[in-house]
Protein backbone atom coordinates (compact mmCIF):
# COMPACT_ATOMS: atom_id res chain seq x y z
CA UNK A 1 0.00 0.00 0.00
CA UNK A 2 1.53 3.04 -1.40
CA UNK A 3 1.87 5.71 1.97
CA UNK A 4 3.47 9.68 1.23
CA UNK A 5 4.70 12.07 3.49
CA UNK A 6 5.35 15.85 3.12
CA UNK A 7 8.01 17.60 4.16
CA UNK A 8 8.41 21.36 3.99
CA UNK A 9 9.76 24.40 5.68
CA UNK A 10 6.94 25.59 7.70
CA UNK A 11 7.36 28.95 7.40
CA UNK A 12 8.47 31.22 4.02
CA UNK A 13 9.11 35.15 3.65
CA UNK A 14 6.88 36.78 1.01
CA UNK A 15 8.80 36.80 -2.54
CA UNK A 16 10.92 33.96 -1.21
CA UNK A 17 10.54 30.19 -2.83
CA UNK A 18 8.57 27.72 -1.28
CA UNK A 19 10.10 23.91 -1.79
CA UNK A 20 7.97 20.97 -0.26
CA UNK A 21 8.83 17.23 -1.07
CA UNK A 22 6.64 13.63 -0.57
CA UNK A 23 8.77 10.41 -0.15
CA UNK A 24 7.09 7.60 -1.34
CA UNK A 25 6.76 4.19 0.38
CA UNK A 26 5.05 0.69 -0.28
CA UNK A 27 5.73 1.26 -4.33
CA UNK A 28 7.76 2.65 -6.91
CA UNK A 29 7.44 6.23 -7.76
CA UNK A 30 7.83 4.81 -11.33
CA UNK A 31 4.58 2.79 -11.37
CA UNK A 32 2.50 4.46 -14.31
CA UNK A 33 0.53 7.07 -12.24
CA UNK A 34 0.88 10.93 -11.26
CA UNK A 35 2.20 12.20 -8.36
CA UNK A 36 0.54 15.73 -7.71
CA UNK A 37 0.34 18.51 -5.54
CA UNK A 38 -2.84 20.12 -4.07
CA UNK A 39 -3.05 23.04 -1.39
CA UNK A 40 -5.89 23.84 0.31
CA UNK A 41 -5.86 27.58 2.35
CA UNK A 42 -7.01 27.44 5.85
CA UNK A 43 -11.12 27.28 6.22
CA UNK A 44 -10.66 26.95 2.04
CA UNK A 45 -11.56 24.27 -0.57
CA UNK A 46 -9.08 22.30 -2.76
CA UNK A 47 -6.74 23.97 -5.32
CA UNK A 48 -4.79 21.45 -7.74
CA UNK A 49 -1.11 22.47 -7.96
CA UNK A 50 0.22 19.96 -10.95
CA UNK A 51 1.02 16.75 -11.51
CA UNK A 52 4.40 14.82 -12.42
CA UNK A 53 4.67 11.39 -14.48
CA UNK A 54 7.77 9.26 -13.66
CA UNK A 55 8.83 9.99 -17.21
CA UNK A 56 9.10 14.00 -15.58
CA UNK A 57 6.17 15.08 -18.24
CA UNK A 58 4.32 17.44 -15.92
CA UNK A 59 0.95 19.66 -16.28
CA UNK A 60 0.47 22.60 -14.32
CA UNK A 61 -1.94 25.08 -12.76
CA UNK A 62 -2.27 27.75 -15.43
CA UNK A 63 -3.43 29.78 -12.55
CA UNK A 64 0.05 29.64 -10.99
CA UNK A 65 1.21 31.28 -13.86
CA UNK A 66 4.47 30.20 -14.60
CA UNK A 67 5.82 29.73 -10.83
CA UNK A 68 5.54 26.58 -10.47
CA UNK A 69 8.25 23.51 -10.65
CA UNK A 70 7.95 20.04 -10.05
CA UNK A 71 10.50 17.37 -10.08
CA UNK A 72 11.06 14.03 -9.13
CA UNK A 73 13.93 11.16 -8.41
CA UNK A 74 13.45 7.95 -8.83
CA UNK A 75 16.72 6.56 -7.09
CA UNK A 76 14.90 8.23 -3.72
CA UNK A 77 11.38 7.23 -4.51
CA UNK A 78 10.51 11.15 -3.60
CA UNK A 79 9.33 14.04 -5.46
CA UNK A 80 9.21 18.10 -5.40
CA UNK A 81 7.57 21.00 -5.48
CA UNK A 82 9.00 24.50 -5.87
CA UNK A 83 6.48 27.81 -6.12
CA UNK A 84 8.35 31.22 -6.49
CA UNK A 85 7.22 34.33 -5.68
CA UNK A 86 4.93 33.52 -3.08
CA UNK A 87 2.71 35.99 -1.29
CA UNK A 88 0.33 35.65 1.66
CA UNK A 89 -2.24 34.35 -0.84
CA UNK A 90 0.29 31.31 -0.96
CA UNK A 91 0.00 30.26 2.65
CA UNK A 92 -1.69 26.53 2.83
CA UNK A 93 -1.51 23.03 3.62
CA UNK A 94 0.45 21.26 1.18
CA UNK A 95 -0.90 17.86 0.22
CA UNK A 96 1.22 15.03 -1.92
CA UNK A 97 -1.44 12.56 -4.03
CA UNK A 98 -1.18 9.88 -6.21
CA UNK A 99 -3.08 10.33 -8.93
CA UNK A 100 -4.29 7.28 -10.82
CA UNK A 101 -3.65 7.47 -14.27
CA UNK A 102 -6.57 4.68 -15.35
CA UNK A 103 -9.42 6.87 -13.49
CA UNK A 104 -7.81 10.40 -12.72
CA UNK A 105 -8.74 10.29 -9.27
CA UNK A 106 -6.62 10.64 -5.92
CA UNK A 107 -6.43 7.65 -3.87
CA UNK A 108 -3.49 8.29 -1.84
CA UNK A 109 -2.79 11.17 0.28
CA UNK A 110 -0.44 12.50 2.44
CA UNK A 111 -1.12 14.08 5.78
CA UNK A 112 0.02 17.44 4.35
CA UNK A 113 2.01 20.39 5.89
CA UNK A 114 1.35 23.47 6.60
CA UNK A 115 3.54 26.35 4.83
CA UNK A 116 2.92 29.96 6.09
CA UNK A 117 4.32 33.19 3.82
CA UNK A 118 4.74 35.51 6.67
CA UNK A 119 7.78 38.14 7.00
CA UNK B 1 -13.91 23.24 -16.47
CA UNK B 2 -15.63 24.76 -13.60
CA UNK B 3 -17.88 22.45 -11.17
CA UNK B 4 -20.16 24.00 -9.04
CA UNK B 5 -21.39 22.43 -5.66
CA UNK B 6 -24.59 22.52 -4.09
CA UNK B 7 -26.03 23.13 -1.47
CA UNK B 8 -23.02 24.91 0.29
CA UNK B 9 -24.49 23.27 3.56
CA UNK B 10 -26.90 20.38 4.31
CA UNK B 11 -28.57 19.93 7.68
CA UNK B 12 -29.64 16.83 8.48
CA UNK B 13 -30.41 14.11 11.02
CA UNK B 14 -29.05 10.51 11.02
CA UNK B 15 -31.16 8.04 8.93
CA UNK B 16 -31.78 10.45 6.29
CA UNK B 17 -30.85 10.68 2.53
CA UNK B 18 -28.40 13.50 1.22
CA UNK B 19 -27.99 14.72 -2.20
CA UNK B 20 -25.06 16.85 -3.01
CA UNK B 21 -24.87 17.72 -6.95
CA UNK B 22 -21.83 18.85 -8.85
CA UNK B 23 -22.41 20.41 -11.82
CA UNK B 24 -20.06 21.37 -14.80
CA UNK B 25 -19.47 24.63 -16.79
CA UNK B 26 -18.83 21.82 -19.82
CA UNK B 27 -19.15 18.15 -20.48
CA UNK B 28 -16.81 16.40 -18.18
CA UNK B 29 -15.03 13.98 -20.56
CA UNK B 30 -12.81 12.38 -18.41
CA UNK B 31 -14.22 11.10 -15.20
CA UNK B 32 -15.24 12.76 -11.86
CA UNK B 33 -14.66 12.05 -8.93
CA UNK B 34 -15.95 12.53 -4.77
CA UNK B 35 -14.26 13.18 -1.85
CA UNK B 36 -14.81 13.07 1.88
CA UNK B 37 -12.89 15.34 3.93
CA UNK B 38 -12.96 15.51 7.66
CA UNK B 39 -11.67 18.46 10.08
CA UNK B 40 -8.05 17.99 10.43
CA UNK B 41 -7.97 14.86 7.98
CA UNK B 42 -6.52 14.89 4.43
CA UNK B 43 -9.48 14.18 1.78
CA UNK B 44 -10.59 10.64 1.39
CA UNK B 45 -11.51 9.02 -2.29
CA UNK B 46 -15.18 7.91 -2.34
CA UNK B 47 -16.13 7.75 -5.69
CA UNK B 48 -14.11 6.85 -8.93
CA UNK B 49 -15.41 7.02 -12.54
CA UNK B 50 -19.02 8.75 -11.55
CA UNK B 51 -20.21 5.84 -9.62
CA UNK B 52 -17.44 3.32 -8.11
CA UNK B 53 -16.96 3.17 -4.85
CA UNK B 54 -13.47 2.94 -3.87
CA UNK B 55 -12.16 0.31 -1.94
CA UNK B 56 -13.98 -0.09 1.97
CA UNK B 57 -16.35 2.69 1.32
CA UNK B 58 -20.05 2.07 2.57
CA UNK B 59 -22.66 1.39 0.23
CA UNK B 60 -24.89 4.03 1.04
CA UNK B 61 -22.76 5.94 -0.81
CA UNK B 62 -23.65 6.29 -4.51
CA UNK B 63 -22.11 8.47 -7.47
CA UNK B 64 -24.33 8.98 -10.05
CA UNK B 65 -25.00 11.21 -13.34
CA UNK B 66 -22.93 12.35 -16.78
CA UNK B 67 -22.32 15.27 -19.17
CA UNK B 68 -22.80 18.38 -17.01
CA UNK B 69 -24.75 17.03 -13.96
CA UNK B 70 -23.62 14.65 -10.97
CA UNK B 71 -24.56 13.64 -7.94
CA UNK B 72 -23.92 11.63 -4.51
CA UNK B 73 -26.31 10.24 -2.51
CA UNK B 74 -25.88 8.96 0.78
CA UNK B 75 -28.77 6.79 1.59
CA UNK B 76 -28.74 6.85 4.84
CA UNK B 77 -26.73 9.23 7.26
CA UNK B 78 -24.06 8.26 10.27
CA UNK B 79 -23.05 10.20 12.04
CA UNK B 80 -19.25 9.57 10.58
CA UNK B 81 -20.69 11.62 7.30
CA UNK B 82 -20.34 14.98 8.83
CA UNK B 83 -17.75 15.95 6.46
CA UNK B 84 -16.85 18.45 3.40
CA UNK B 85 -17.50 16.67 0.28
CA UNK B 86 -15.24 17.77 -2.97
CA UNK B 87 -16.15 16.54 -6.77
CA UNK B 88 -13.37 16.40 -8.82
CA UNK B 89 -12.53 16.40 -12.53
CA UNK B 90 -9.60 16.18 -15.21
CA UNK B 91 -11.10 16.58 -18.64
CA UNK B 92 -8.55 19.68 -19.46
CA UNK B 93 -6.81 21.13 -16.21
CA UNK B 94 -8.00 19.26 -13.16
CA UNK B 95 -10.52 20.63 -11.02
CA UNK B 96 -12.32 20.77 -7.48
CA UNK B 97 -15.58 22.00 -6.62
CA UNK B 98 -16.36 24.30 -4.05
CA UNK B 99 -17.69 21.39 -1.47
CA UNK B 100 -20.73 21.00 0.27
CA UNK B 101 -20.08 20.63 4.45
CA UNK B 102 -22.55 17.83 5.38
CA UNK B 103 -23.76 18.60 9.04
CA UNK B 104 -25.83 15.88 11.18
CA UNK B 105 -28.06 17.17 13.49
Known amino acids: QVQLQESGPGLVKPSGTLSVSCAVS?????????WAWVRQPPGKGLEWIGEIFQTGNTNYNPSLKGRVTMSLDTSKNHFSLELTSVTAADTAIYFC????????????WGPGTLVTVSS | IVLTQSPATLSLSPGEKATLSCRAS??????LAWYQQKPGQSPRLLIY???YRATGVPARFRGSGSGTNFTLTISSLEPEDSAVYYC????????FGGGTKVEIK
Open chain 2, 26 to 31: QTVTSY
Open chain 1, 26 to 34: GDSISNNNW
Open chain 2, 49 to 51: EAF
Open chain 2, 88 to 95: QQRSIWLT
Open chain 1, 97 to 108: AQLVRFYDAFDV
